[in-house]
């Protein structure tokens, strides 16, 4: 299991030209899942993620994250 993850200013997710989810500024996680990957690995790497201190504070430094209340995550596999 590989994940890119990605700050963005904003995003989306298109299905037949239908917009079915919309983001601004958090964080976008492309996600790429292999056979051999288990339920343990999935926790693993959404726990890693929920976590990374990545988002500024009011002093500019990095050190909020999704798990502070920064908001939802897309994830494309």
């Known amino acids: 299991m590989k994940a890119v993850i ?3 200013s904003s995003g989306s997710v298109r299905i037949d030209g239908e917009t079915v989810g919309a983001i601004n500024k958090r ?3 492309l996600l790429g899942v ?3 990957d ?3 690995d999935v ?3 959404a726990e890693k993620v929920c976590h990374l201190r990545i988002f500024p504070n009011e002093k ?3 050190y909020r994250a999704l798990s502070d209340g920064e ?3 897309p994830v494309i596999s």
């Open 60 to 62: 500019s430094k990095f």
């Open 38 to 40: 288990s339920e343990s």
């Open 43 to 45: 926790r693993y790497l």
């Open 71 to 73: 908001g939802s995550v």
């Open 27 to 29: 964080l976008l996680v």
């Open 34 to 36: 292999a056979d051999g």
């Open 6 to 8: 990605q700050r963005v």
